[in-house]
């Protein structure tokens, strides 16, 4: 495939249409590129003139390349060409990163909770007024539509603002002493550096939902984005210095994974490891922690169950469940992962719910009216082919979509699958792709054993006009949010996190700080003198 570089190509020619050069690509999308052409380069131009177009590692409050000027190159997953390179660091980068974390943690952690709180603040206006251009990017880098992404910005900032008010409710005790004499005080302070690991499907707002507490408590961090979305995380860092966040509060490096990770675990000044991402990799994460007994907080994979019994209001079922299941094109670990439809309602509701999925408009996020962006990348896809691959083996059945688009590359259709068995990888693993499988069940009973029946408990989704079922099932559901007749239940106010294998600890909320906080008991005797 032959790709350009656009941000070198910008500086050397602005006029220059800079996108959809590959030779691959399926001929409407080749037209449709040809359409978006200039909404990339304009988006490029603007991004790269307010200084948010960032090629460079963040150390100390220095832009810096890798040492070895190794690169990496970041994607547009919608058209294959490169958007820009960025350093590929490993374990010196990250050494360095950190000691300047450590260094500005004795410092940061001493300023007052309004000296942060403004900070942040300043940090969350700064993000607010540059929504577009972040979403742009995160289009650009991501995939997502437009709309979603200035989206996901607003949602993102919230974190920041939310904590900056947090900021200045980090009370301790005082404890009633069992002697006469004594004093006993709880005292609440930072844990120190924290690595922060993130994910490409949220780029901004994985960053903003640790680093808002992280900062508000008085922690400093070295940020590790993924390697395929690191612009949006730049330009986060970089609005974060422009808010007057001292140097070597906020670091970033990103390039080779396992340096990086390796480096975070081993070094005895980082305290704290919080994670998105896989399971399989917040599992290696906290063994890996072990060693320097450092704390984590892991939100990982999940497996949603969304149950839709007879009682339901069907349009708010078809509304919630479409809602959930193809946010970010099934990209989320919150997504709907199995619609299980009890008997009496399941005809209606497959044929309801597909008729609301055939409108979803597939596309390049620049697009107006497209609510369905390509996936990550090809192994994405390849991961949706053969779970539909191995449901229909298995007997399951299309009802709507079950292959690529014909925009092709990362484009699938949204589809729609029924006779899905729990056996299948569909109602096994997480899906992270635009299908929605359906299983039928016949008592509450059986819904509550089939939704329960998985390793991941992060999000449950349940539609019922019974509000004695709907408070009934949402206490047995294994699970760290429930939504009830709603499908989109994620906010800065509410605490994030998952049961079982879905990870440790709480974002969000007044929860969310306690993961960056130590308690400290204070024992002051004598005090009768
Ligand atoms: C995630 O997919 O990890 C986050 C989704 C959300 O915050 O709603």
């Known amino acids: ?72 190159e970041v994607t547009n997953p919608a058209t294959g060409n490169v958007v820009s390179t960025v350093p590929c660091m490993g374990a010196k980068e990250t050494n360095d990163a950190i000691s300047a974390a450590y260094e500005t943690f004795s410092t940061w ?20 007024a540059h929504k577009e251009e972040l979403g742009q990017l995160i289009t650009l880098e991501q995939g997502k539509p437009l709309k979603e992404a200035i989206g996901e910005v607003a949602y993102g900032a919230s974190f920041v603002e939310y904590f900056s ?17 004594r004093r006993l005080l709880v005292l609440k302070q930072p844990v120190g550096v924290v690595g922060v690991i993130t994910p490409w499907n949220f780029p901004l707002a994985m960053i903003t939902r640790k680093v808002g507490p992280a900062l508000a408590s008085g922690c400093t961090v070295v940020i590790k984005p993924s390697e395929l979305t690191p612009l949006t995380a730049l330009a986060t860092a970089e609005l974060s210095i422009q808010a007057g966040i001292p140097p070597g509060v906020v670091n970033v490096v990103m390039g080779n994974a396992s340096e990086i990770g390796n480096s975070l675990l ?21 063994a890996g922690a072990a060693n320097t007994v450092k704390r984590v907080s892991l939100e990982l994979g999940g497996n949603a169950p969304c149950i839709v019994f007879d009682d339901a209001d069907l349009d708010v079922a078809v ?51 497209v609510v369905q962006g390509p996936l990550i990348n090809e192994a994405a896809v390849q991961k949706v ?66 939704a329960n029946d998985t390793n991941a408990g992060l999000a449950a989704y349940i539609f019922t006009s019974n509000v004695q079922r709907s408070w009934r099932v949402s206490e047995v559901l294994e699970y760290g949010i429930v939504g009830v007749n709603e499908g989109l239940v994620s906010t800065e106010v509410a605490p994030f996190g998952g049961f079982k294998e879905s990870g440790i600890g709480r974002e969000g909320s007044k929860y969310g700080m306690d993961e960056y906080v130590e308690v400290k008991y204070v024992c002051l005797g004598n005090m009768n003198g």
């Open 165 to 181: 008010e947090e900021a200045k409710r980090m009370y301790g005790d005082i404890i009633p002493a069992p002697l006469s004499d």
């Open 1 to 72: 495939m032959m790709r350009r570089l656009l941000s070198s190509t910008i500086a050397a020619s602005p006029t220059i249409s800079l996108i959809c050069r590959s030779s691959h690509i399926h001929r409407s999308s080749a037209i449709f590129c040809r359409q978006m052409s200039s909404t990339a380069e304009d988006v490029a131009m603007r991004l790269k003139s307010s200084g948010l177009l960032r090629s460079q590692g963040l150390i100390a409050g220095k832009w810096i390349e890798a040492y070895d000027k190794k690169v990496i």
């Open 319 to 369: 509304k919630g469940s479409l809602a959930s299941k193809f946010r970010n094109s099934g990209q989320t670990c919150v997504c709907v992962n199995r619609i299980l439809v009890q008997e009496g309602i399941y005809e209606k509701f497959a044929s309801a719910f597909s008729k609301a999925v055939e409108k979803l408009q597939v596309g390049d996020g620049f697009v107006d009216g």
């Open 385 to 450: 082919e053969s779970f539909v691959e191995d449901a229909i083996s298995k007997g399951a059945k299309i009802l709507l979509g079950g292959r690529r688009h014909n925009l092709g590359m990362t484009f699938y259709e949204p589809t729609v699958m029924t006779d899905v068995k729990s056996d299948m990888l569909l109602s096994r693993e997480e899906i992270f792709g635009p299908v929605a499988p359906l299983l039928p069940f016949k008592t509450e009973e059986e819904a509550i054993r089939m």
């Open 266 to 286: 081993a070094s005895t000044q980082v305290r704290k490891i919080t994670f998105t991402g896989s399971t399989a990799v917040g599992k290696k994460l906290m």
């Open 109 to 128: 952690s001493k300023t007052t909770a309004a000296e942060r709180s403004k900070c942040l603040r300043k940090w969350y206006d700064l993000l607010i």
